[in-house]
């Protein structure tokens, strides 16, 4: 497999990454992530319903099961 192959099926692998909460952090609003084997995510933040003038979010709960979306396909860049 060339250089170029391997980048371009890490990159997709890392877009869509079945997970769970694992830390949390409610002072920087930042959760670490699981995906229940070896690798485990650096701080990221969780999604929020609303991000304008009225926001809305609600803290994930250790164990709570969810994606970490990654558009970059880097997991560290994702939430």
């Given at each position: 497999m060339s250089y170029v192959?391997?980048?371009h099926d890490r990159i997709l692998a890392g877009l869509v990454i079945p997970c769970y909460v694992v830390g949390v952090d409610l002072g920087a609003a930042r959760v670490r992530v699981s995906d229940g084997?070896?690798?485990t995510s650096a701080w990221v933040r969780w999604h929020a319903l609303a991000a304008g003038?009225?926001?809305h979010w609600r803290a994930p709960s250790l164990g709570e099961?969810?994606?970490l979306v990654s558009p970059s396909g880097?997991?560290?860049q994702g939430t």
């Open positions: 192959t391997g980048q084997g070896d690798w003038k009225a926001r099961q969810g994606v880097e997991p560290a």
